[in-house]
DNA sequence: GTCTATAGGTGGATAGAC
DNA sequence: GTCTATCCACCTATAGAC
């Protein structure tokens, strides 16, 4: 199983660069011409690949949006607690902010109404699936007694998921990781039972 | 006190419709075409007022943070209590929202890589005075017990500003202005003392 | 202050050779 | 699968007439 020749694909360079560019410079802070540059080939290559911008963008959002998959499936074996399992969330969002990147489909909702119509949509099933796997673990977390918090949990979920979004967008303005760290650290201490409600209040 | 000519001043039309466009679509989505189509005039004519598109979006950011500061002062002058001044602030992001629009210098933090260094510079300040409105409505309202949280009121300054940019750029995109309600009126209930802990808690 | 005209560059995208 | 060469629309910006 596996094609014909290359190794290391074109096509997975051009994924991984663009990927870049969309996290730092946003869909329309970047061209083809970025790209070939990067990768030493012609802009012709790249549309060999990659016909369209827009198609090229599909793809980017797909990719990603597997690979946040895999994070949480992997998180769901490794932790069994709900606190653990948000706290490897939040360790993604972390992880992409000192790579000095914004999240993908954050950038992307920035972008949205310049976008077509497949990536819009591909933007908001992204948000939806996050929200999805977060309301399962605070569900999970509150059944358990280790998380409080009141009404659904599909409204927490898109607490997150928004706050989250937005420290790590303000957070890289100012090249400060600890600015999104801060919020994040006081979004879970406000959704765990015991200990933070001794170690903070003043 | 005013000019010789003119009246409803080209420049002023050229700054409401670009500071639009940059709230839609983001500083790299729109073009000097864009307006010049939008106000009937030529795009040598928007040279004229701006010369160059950095000029223009400084300009934007130092005209949206003269008119937030006001805002500001109107909420300080017309609310006694934090959690009025509080519910107002909220209110503009909430407004902004509703005509289908990001905050403008949310959505330049998106840009904020691609901009030039002036409009950089801009887009922090505007971040940081902000937070130090908030911070002193939030310290206010401790000192009268009406508020509750722990720790710095700048930390939690800073995680309303970052909830509340990201919770507008995930509404938008779903298009559902109720997104942002919802979170936002979670934000504020966490912070106020003592109603809500009756009301949501399930 | 607004226009016509245009410069000089870059955008995404294609044709066709290798 | 990658290249050269090219198209054409669009970009920001300027010169100079009115």
């Known amino acids: 199983m596996s094609g014909p020749a290359t190794r290391t694909d074109t096509a997975e360079r051009v994924l991984e660069l663009a990927e870049r560019l969309v996290q730092t410079r946003g869909f329309n802070g970047f061209s083809y011409a970025d790209i070939a540059k990067g990768l030493q080939v012609t802009k012709a290559s790249l549309h060999y690949h990659f016909p369209t911008k827009a198609e090229l963008g599909l793809r980017l959002i797909e990719r990603y949006g597997d690979n946040f998959a895999l994070a949480l499936a992997a998180i769901d074996e490794d932790e069994a607690s ?7 969330y939040v360790g993604i969002y972390a992880g992409v902010l000192n790579a000095g990147r914004m999240c993908l489909c954050g950038m992307l909702a920035a972008d949205y109404m310049t976008l077509p119509e497949p990536m819009r949509t591909a933007v908001t099933h992204f948000f939806e699936a996050n929200e999805r796997w977060l309301a399962a673990v605070l569900e999970q977390g509150r059944a358990e007694a280790e998380l409080r918090f009141a009404g ?11 706050s989250l979004e937005g420290a790590m967008l303000v957070a890289r303005s100012f090249g400060e990781a600890s600015r999104f760290e ?4 006081r ?16």
């Open 82 to 88: 709900a606190a653990a399992r948000l706290r490897r």
């Open 152 to 162: 659904d949990a599909v409204e927490v979920a898109r607490l997150l998921v928004g």
């Open 182 to 185: 801060a919020i994040a650290d």
């Open 187 to 202: 979004l879970l201490a406000d959704l765990l039972v015991a200990e933070p409600e001794r170690a903070l209040v003043g």
